[in-house]
């Protein structure tokens, strides 16, 4: 495979930013800031629902993900309107993406996505579209379709990709394998609209080894964008008694700041870095108390990079035909 890095890259070395962040990438893309409003499509998961688990993943809490939750159209445009309205008190923009997050969002009918999808993008403020999802609900007719969207406007798949290795993938409650994730890349190559990877670090039994090995399978999918963060522990999941009965372990801060840097080096320069903390609902963390300090997470991130003199993609070439 051909490095192919666009010009975008060498904009933030020069700014002298040791990763290539969204807010960077939003200029790039959209000329200024842009905010995203998640929206409840009403999806449930295949290992919810019992398709292919039940339950979910460990470490999700997923207990309101019902499949019999019918949100319409009208639905739809009064979550935006509410998102809006909350969004521009904080950071006076009057640019979005609608983000449908919750659960599977190509998990339905092509007309409920195709419904949902239009519904969002009647609003002029809103940009394109932001699409979160699992790579085995991505079926060709789905990936057409997405591709239909991307012809008139921004979209960006996410896939919760997770790690390359079946055993996490099963200690996760995942219900599919890495086999899942290769497929679904190969099917989505080279289509119009963006990918973007999510990626756990700290899974149980994951030797560094292994997660540079998830770093590698990443840069040599190069796919537009990855979200990353380390494994942590909300109420009411399977994790949580996991954690509370001392079965799994999670990451201390400096371990996950070693960890993400080294992971970092091995992507791409023009893959952009869209998230390197996860989003927990505080009243709900049980640990690592550290991963709400995102703020922290991000000085720290930059100081290891400043300390080792590297940045994003500095081990790229390497990484590409070599695993630790
Ligand atoms: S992590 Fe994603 S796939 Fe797993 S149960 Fe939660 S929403 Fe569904």
Redesign the pocket.
């Known amino acids: 495979m051909t490095t192919q890095v666009s010009p975008h890259h060498v904009d933030w070395l020069n700014q002298g930013l040791r990763y290539y962040a969204l807010n960077v990438y939003f200029r790039h893309r959209f000329g200024g800031r842009v905010q995203k409003i998640s929206l409840d499509g009403g999806f449930t998961?295949p290992?919810?629902d019992g398709t292919v688990a039940i339950g979910?993943?460990t470490f999700?809490s997923?207990r309101a993900?019902s499949p019999s939750r019918r949100v319409r159209r009208q639905a739809i445009q009064r979550q935006i309107e509410e998102g809006i309205s909350r969004l521009r008190r904080r950071y006076k923009n009057e640019r979005f993406l609608a983000y449908f997050q919750?659960?599977?969002n190509t998990y339905g009918p092509l007309e409920k996505l195709r419904d949902l999808w239009d519904a969002a993008l009647e609003d002029p403020r809103v940009l394109g579209l932001v699409i979160g999802t699992?790579p085995d609900c991505v079926a060709d007719e789905v990936l057409d379709l997405v591709d239909q969207f991307a012809e008139r406007t921004y979209v960006s798949l996410e896939l919760?990709v997770q790690t390359i290795h079946d055993a996490s993938l099963e200690w996760m409650n995942?219900g599919h394998g890495h086999a899942a994730s290769l497929d679904a890349m190969r099917r989505a190559a080279g289509r119009k609209f963006d990918i973007s990877l999510h990626i756990m670090l700290g899974l149980p039994g994951e030797t560094h080894a292994m997660m540079m090995a998830t770093a590698e399978q990443v840069a040599r999918w190069h796919p537009a964008g990855v979200k990353i963060h380390n494994l942590y522990a909300v109420e009411k999941t399977p994790l949580a008694d996991e954690v509370r009965a001392g079965k799994t372990r999670l990451l201390e801060l400096d371990e996950y700041i070693h960890l993400l840097a080294d992971f970092l080096e091995r992507l791409p320069p023009d893959v952009v870095i869209e998230r390197v903390s996860g989003d927990a609902p505080p009243q709900d963390l049980i640990g690592p108390a550290w991963c709400l300090e995102k703020g922290e997470i991000i000085k720290r991130l930059n100081a290891e990079f400043e300390r080792r003199g590297t940045h994003q993609g500095a081990r790229y070439d390497a990484a590409r035909y070599q695993l630790d």
Do not use: I
Request: with cysteine; aromatic share 8%; net charge positive.
């Open positions: 998961c290992n919810v979910g993943c999700c997923n993900f919750p659960a599977t699992r919760g995942r």
